[in-house]
């Protein structure tokens, strides 16, 4: 967690090419790390993705392409789970 922390603060700092390099770079550690089902992890990787995307040099496009198929993964099992519950 407190690295995803760091990396949130870092990577708005960077000049924009560097910041895009290192988010592609780092993308797929933030997509592990959500897919986790502990609840604050997800935080912690939304809080990054935000910092992210108000950089210069980085398409929100990208990381909405990167992150709509496991959001919708999620919201999927979580509806499960709640239909489950209920029968």
Same mark, same amino acid.
């Given at each position: 967690g407190a690295f995803l922390k760091a990396v949130g603060f870092i990577i708005p700092l960077m000049e924009p090419r560097h910041a895009a390099q290192?988010? &592609?770079? #780092?993308m797929p550690t933030l997509i592990r790390q959500f897919e986790?089902? !502990?609840e604050e992890?997800? &935080?912690i990787v939304l809080k990054v993705l935000k910092q992210i995307i108000s950089c210069n040099? #980085?398409?929100?496009?990208? #990381? !909405?392409?990167?992150f709509s198929t496991i959001t919708s993964n999620?919201?999927? @099992? !979580? !509806?499960w789970? @709640? &239909?489950r519950e209920t029968t």
């Open positions: 290192y988010t &592609k770079t #780092i986790t089902p !502990e992890m997800r &935080k040099g #980085i398409e929100p496009s990208y #990381i !909405e392409n990167r999620v919201s999927g @099992q !979580e !509806e789970l @709640q &239909k």
